[in-house]
C-alpha cells in the first residue's frame, strides 16, 4: 500500500515531448566541459591547450572520494583551459575543445573487469557517473554507504513530477531493458534484495513496459505513484514506496536501508559495464512556448545552449527566460554560451507571459506555504528570517532540510520570493558553519 506524501502541489503536466524518440544531436563545432559537474570536489584538468583528445578520454580528475571525473565527450584539440561561464552564472575551469568531427573513440576504453563489489565502485567511479536526475551526488559514493548501514530497497526514480521534463520518460520507453539490466547489476553486486520501481500515473505506457520487463525477476517491483509535485524527491518517494521516513537533520536514504537512483543513472550503468564507455551524452528536453520543434535530444556533454536550440530549430521569438531545468527548480540562465553538463535535463525557454516574476507584496500570514511544504519547514519564517539578516537563527528552522522544490513559491498568493529567499539563507548557513 503506498503512502500519500505531506505537501506538494498539483503543477500542470505539459509534458509536450512525452512521444518525442530521443534525436542524436550533430557534433557541435566546439564543446566547453566544466570541471565541476558534481556535488564534491571540482576536478583538475588533465590536458593543456594544443593537446589532441579523443571520445572518453580523462580531461579532469581529482584526488578526493567525493568527486567524479570528466571525459571528452568529442575529438579534437584542446584550445582553452581556463575560468569559462557556468550554469550557476560563475566562472568555473573549463576545458574548450574544438571538434575535428572524426569523434575518434580512446584506445583505453573497454568494458571494466569486474570480479567484486570494490571492483564495480571503482568502475562507477571511473565512469565519471553522477546522479543524473539532478542532484549531481557521485553514484560510487551514494552506492558504497557506510558499513553498518544495512540496504534492503534500491529505489529507481521514475517519477519524473516537473512540468514539461520527459527525458527520463524516454529512456523509459525506449531503453526499459536497460533499465531493468542495471537494476539487476546493483542488486547482485551490492547485495540488496530488492528493487521498486517508482513512476507517476500520468505515464501509463511506461508503467506497462517496466511492468512486462521485470516480470521475470521476482526482486524487482513497479509501483504507480500519485502524480504529485515533489513526488520524485528523495525523501518523499522512500516513504511513498516503503513508508520509511528519513529523519530531518542531515540523515540520508541509507539510515533508513534505502539507495535511491534515477532512471538514466541506473541504464547508464548497464551501458558502461557493458561497453567501457564513460559518461559523455545526455538526453535533454528542449521544450517551452518560444522553442520552435521541441524534442528529446541526446547531447554530448558540453555543448553550447545556443548549438542545442540551434538544433531544435531556434527561438519562434525573443525568449523572455530561459531554464536549465524545470520550471519548480531550474536555474535562469542569462547566455546561452553555458554548457549541458552531466545533470541537465531539460532546457526550457519561455515567453513574458509565462517567464515573468510577478511582484512580491506583504505576507497575509495564509499558511498555505507551511500546507505545502514537503519538508515540514514554515517558509514564510524562513523567508522573513532571511530577509532580516538574522540569518544566526535559520539553523532553528531546520533550513537546510529545504530541497528548494519551490512548491511553496508556487501557492504564494503573495507572490513571496521565498525559495529565491531560502537559497541564500542556506549558504548563508553554511558560510556561517565554515568559519566556526
Ligand atoms: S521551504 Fe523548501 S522544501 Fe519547503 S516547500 Fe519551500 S522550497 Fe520546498
Ligand atoms: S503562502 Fe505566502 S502569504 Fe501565505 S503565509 Fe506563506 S509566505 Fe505568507
Request: net charge positive; proline share 6%.
Amino acid at each position: 500500500m503506498l503512502k500519500i506524501f505531506r505537501g506538494g502541489v498539483n503543477t500542470p503536466h505539459r509534458k509536450n515531448t512525452e512521444e518525442s524518440k530521443t534525436l542524436v544531436m550533430d557534433i557541435p563545432s566546439r564543446v566547453i566541459i566544466p570541471m565541476v559537474q558534481h556535488i564534491g570536489a571540482p576536478c583538475t584538468p588533465t590536458v593543456k591547450k594544443g593537446d589532441l583528445v579523443k571520445v572518453g578520454q580523462v580531461i579532469g580528475n581529482s584526488e578526493a572520494y567525493v568527486s567524479a571525473p570528466v571525459h571528452a565527450s568529442v575529438s579534437g584539440t584542446v584550445t582553452r583551459v581556463e575560468p569559462m561561464l557556468y550554469a550557476s552564472g560563475k566562472q568555473v575551469m573549463s576545458v574548450e575543445i574544438q571538434t575535428d568531427g572524426n569523434q575518434d573513440v580512446d584506445e583505453n576504453i573497454q568494458p571494466p573487469v569486474i570480479h567484486s563489489r570494490d571492483d564495480f565502485l571503482k568502475a562507477l567511479r571511473n565512469s565519471g557517473l553522477v546522479g543524473l536526475g539532478g542532484a549531481g551526488f557521485p553514484t560510487h559514493v551514494k552506492l558504497n554507504p557506510p558499513k553498518d548501514k544495512s540496504i534492503e530497497y534500491l529505489i529507481i526514480n521514475g517519477a519524473e513530477c516537473e512540468p514539461y521534463i520527459t527525458s527520463d520518460y524516454r529512456e523509459l520507453m525506449e531503453n526499459a531493458h536497460g533499465v531493468i539490466k542495471g537494476i539487476q547489476l546493483v542488486l547482485d553486486m551490492l547485495g540488496i534484495p530488492k528493487a521498486i520501481i517508482g513512476v507517476e500515473d500520468n505515464k501509463p505506457k511506461a508503467i506497462q513496459l517496466l511492468t512486462e520487463k521485470a516480470a521475470a525477476d521476482n526482486r524487482i517491483s513497479v509501483k504507480t505513484l500519485h502524480s504529485r509535485y515533489p513526488q520524485g524527491a528523495e525523501k518523499t518517494l522512500i516513504y511513498t514506496v516503503t513508508g520509511r521516513k528519513v529523519p530531518a537533520g542531515g540523515k540520508l536514504p541509507a539510515d533508513v536501508g534505502c539507495i535511491v537512483l534515477n532512471v538514466n543513472s541506473v541504464s547508464f550503468i548497464a551501458s558502461y559495464i557493458e561497453t567501457g564507455m564513460p559518461l559523455i551524452h545526455k538526453r535533454v528536453t528542449v521544450d517551452g512556448p518560444v522553442i520552435k520543434r521541441p524534442q528529446n535530444v541526446l547531447v554530448p556533454i558540453g555543448t553550447s545552449l545556443r548549438d542545442l536550440i540551434d538544433f531544435c530549430g531556434g527561438f519562434q521569438e525573443k525568449p523572455f527566460k530561459i531554464l536549465m531545468g524545470g520550471p519548480m527548480m531550474g536555474i535562469a540562465q542569462y547566455s546561452l554560451d553555458t554548457s549541458v553538463i552531466k545533470n541537465t535535463n531539460a532546457i526550457l525557454a519561455f515567453d513574458k507571459k509565462e517567464g515573468d516574476l510577478p511582484s512580491e507584496s506583504a505576507c497575509i500570514r495564509c499558511g498555505r506555504c507551511v500546507d505545502a511544504c514537503p519538508m515540514h519547514l514554515i517558509p514564510s519564517d524562513l523567508n522573513r528570517l532571511v530577509m532580516a539578516g538574522k540569518y544566526d537563527e535559520l539553523g532553528a528552522y531546520h533550513i537546510l532540510d529545504c530541497i528548494e522544490c519551490g512548491s511553496c513559491s508556487y501557492v504564494c498568493p503573495a507572490k513571496r520570493y521565498l525559495v529565491q529567499s531560502i537559497r541564500i539563507g542556506k549558504d548563508a548557513v553554511r558560510k556561517n558553519a565554515k568559519k566556526a
